[in-house]
T-cell receptor, first 115, second 115 residues
Framework: AQSVTQPDIHITVSEGASLELRCNYSYGATPYLFWYVQSPGQGLQLLLKYFSGDTLVQGIKGFEAEFKRSQSSFNLRKPSVHWSDAAEYFCAVGAQETSGSRLTFGEGTQLTVNP | NAGVMQNPRHLVRRRGQEARLRCSPMKGHSHVYWYRQLPEEGLKFMVYLQKENIIDESGMPKERFSAEFPKEGPSILRIQQVVRGDSAAYFC?????????????FGEGSRLTVL
């Protein structure tokens, strides 16, 4: 069974600083990997996804993530954080099995942005 | 092009009452997933349905919880005799097909509060 670990429960950065949110996964084959963002009281918005091919993927809002098979990681990065990026971020792993497109989520990383 | 629609957005119930949460998938999507998010936690898979079929209910509590996705109408998540521990956000997601990119499209959630 697949699993996802987000080691950082809470991260605080200053506006304009760079950001990296960590994600480690466990899955036997090549996974499908996702990053979602959730603002308070809202649903989940997809930031980016990795299925195959280029291991560096670009997403919306200036985010990118790099798939590193050797480290079982899919860390999310942004070169310069904006105050509006404050939210909770979830990494998820999926697999195409007979049971459909089921996603397993990490526990989330809460991002606070200081002015 | 409406996304995944969930209602009600907020629901308050007293212990022992029933809660019914509805989800209309995106147009053209025939696969529905329900996830639960407890306070300060990530999303946990509950159940995966296709029209008139429950495909995977391995994440559903054994008692009081049921789900359906009828031929016509929305998917319904039903919680009987609610308890305080059922207070959570319940998210519905849909996908267009069994084998695809693995991406799920999420609704904005239904937030259940049990008094």
């Amino acid at each position: 069974a697949q699993s996802v670990t987000q080691p950082d429960i809470h991260i605080t950065v200053s506006e304009g600083a760079s950001l990296e949110l960590r994600c480690n996964y466990s899955y036997g084959a090549t996974p499908y990997l996702f990053w979602y963002v959730q603002s308070p009281g809202q649903g989940l918005q997809l930031l980016l996804k990795y299925f195959s091919g280029d291991t560096l993927v670009q997403g919306i809002k200036g985010f990118e993530a790099e798939f590193k098979r050797s480290q079982s990681s899919f860390n999310l990065r942004k070169p310069s954080v904006h105050w509006s990026d404050a939210a909770e971020y979830f990494c998820a792993v999926g697999a195409q099995e007979t049971s459909g497109s089921r996603l397993t989520f990490g526990e989330g990383t809460q991002l606070t942005v200081n002015p | 092009n409406a996304g995944v629609m969930q209602n009600p957005r907020h629901l308050v119930r007293r212990r022992g009452q029933e809660a019914r949460l509805r989800c209309s998938p995106m147009k053209g999507h025939s696969h529905v997933y329900w996830y639960r998010q407890l306070p300060e936690e990530g999303l946990k898979f509950m159940v995966y349905l296709q029209k008139e079929n429950i495909i995977d209910e391995s994440g559903m509590p054994k008692e009081r919880f049921s789900a359906e996705f009828p031929k016509e109408g929305p998917s319904i998540l039903r919680i009987q005799q609610v308890v305080r521990g059922d207070s959570a956000a319940y998210f519905c997601a849909s996908s267009p097909r069994l084998v695809g990119t693995g991406e799920l499209f999420f609704g904005e959630g239904s937030r259940l509060t049990v008094l």
